[in-house]
């Protein structure tokens, strides 16, 4: 059976020694650095669709256990079945969540790990607020057309499809509440993640 952690945090993954790990949606490669640290004999690739997310990644000093390859996870697939898969705070962008489990977990060596993370922030002021300025006439002709919703499920949704896919599943839901020090602090909490499509857009 595959066992499948529905959160970032490495230090639950109980699973047998760790050789190969693969991190999607790597961005910058923050994360793609701690995973060398977490299995020192590991090798960790880290794929993302943006190269300007990975060009920081690339220039950091080099890791030989370390690489970084510019793919789409929706027709990529790896070489060889990693024993671990991370994702954080990335899949949220994919579309077709119950096509992407099934490749993700088609991937994975036996016994092998899942282990994602994906905001589930819709409700979230921040969002209701970013959703009404789309809509908003007067933003019209800077901002275009709005992406595709790439819609998040619940926690429930996500353990139902895993174990059809006959994993061994440990899912739960955070709310993290963190204190801002003003409007504009919020603003740049969510530069990297729910304002980008908007920001993008804008000189």
């Not at 999607?24 to 690739?45: F, H, K, N, Q």
Request: aromatic share 6%; proline share 7%; hydrophobic share 45%.
């Amino acid at each position: 059976a595959r066992r499948v952690a529905a959160i970032i945090d490495c230090t639950r993954i109980q699973s047998r020694a760790v050789r190969r790990v693969l991190d999607v949606g790597c961005g910058t490669g923050e994360l793609t650095r701690t995973l060398a640290d977490r299995w020192p004999d590991a090798s960790i690739l880290g794929i993302d669709s943006s190269e300007a997310m990975l060009a920081p990644a690339r220039e950091r000093p080099p890791n030989p256990r370390v690489t970084y390859e510019h793919a789409d996870v929706r027709s990529w697939r790896p070489a060889q079945p990693p024993d671990c898969i991370v994702s954080n705070a990335a899949l949220q962008w994919v579309g077709d969540h119950a096509r992407l489990l099934e490749r993700l977990t088609g991937w994975l060596a036996p016994g092998g790990t899942l282990a994602v993370q994906m905001p589930h922030n819709d409700a979230a002021s921040t969002h209701t607020i970013l959703a009404a300025l789309w809509r908003d006439p007067r933003f019209a002709a800077a901002l275009g057309d709005p992406p595709p919703a790439v819609r998040v499920h619940d926690a429930t949704w996500y353990g139902e499809r895993l174990l059809a896919l006959g994993c061994d599943v440990e899912v739960w839901e955070t709310i993290y509440l963190h204190r801002m020090l003003d409007a504009g602090a919020i603003v740049e909490w969510v530069k990297g993640t729910a304002l980008r499509p908007a920001a993008s857009r804008l000189a």
